[in-house]
């Protein structure tokens, strides 16, 4: 299947539109720092979900699914970490993406380990 018909996808891409968002207040000095990082880990979702399904196998596609699941948790770690640093306020939008994210990647990932 096309990466960009997946739902698990097509949510990652939202992510990141809200992430680049978000992360655009955060201050000057932090462009490099937190600003940066989070940014490449929401990227990072998305595109292990595209790289991995468009390997030949599932055993593959599986790999890439959990570095994806990695970046979404290094996110959420950064994002607490913006929080607690004063950076952003705690934000309902963005927790009901990463915990959507997060469901539908365990989800997808169960159901392509249920085919190896």
Same mark, same amino acid.
Not at 33 to 39: A, D, E, K, V, Y
Not at 62 to 69: K, R, W
């Given at each position: 299947?096309?990466?960009?018909?997946?739902?698990?996808?097509?949510?990652?891409?939202?992510?990141?539109?809200?992430?680049?968002?978000?992360?655009?207040?955060?201050?000057?000095?932090?462009?490099?720092?937190?600003?940066?990082?989070?940014?490449?880990?929401?990227?990072?979702?998305?595109? &292990? +979900? !595209?790289? =991995? *399904?468009?390997?030949?196998?599932?055993?593959?596609? $599986?790999?890439?699914? &959990? +570095? !994806?699941? =990695? *970046?979404?948790?290094?996110?959420?770690?950064?994002? $607490?970490?913006?929080?607690?640093?004063?950076?952003?306020?705690?934000?309902?939008?963005?927790?009901?993406?990463?915990?959507?994210?997060?469901?539908?990647?365990?989800?997808?990932?169960?159901?392509?380990?249920?085919?190896?």
């Amino acid at each position: 299947m096309d990466h960009k018909e997946l739902d698990v996808w097509k949510k990652s891409m939202d992510l990141v539109e809200l992430i680049y968002s978000l992360t655009a207040s955060f201050p000057k000095s932090e462009r490099f720092g937190l600003t940066s990082q989070m940014r490449r880990a929401a990227v990072s979702i998305s595109s &292990n +979900i !595209a790289e =991995g *399904s468009a390997r030949n196998c599932n055993k593959e596609l $599986l790999q890439f699914l &959990n +570095i !994806a699941l =990695g *970046s979404l948790s290094e996110l959420e770690t950064q994002y $607490l970490i913006a929080i607690r640093l004063g950076f952003i306020e705690q934000d309902k939008e963005v927790d009901e993406l990463i915990n959507d994210q997060k469901r539908l990647l365990l989800g997808y990932r169960n159901y392509i380990k249920k085919k190896i």
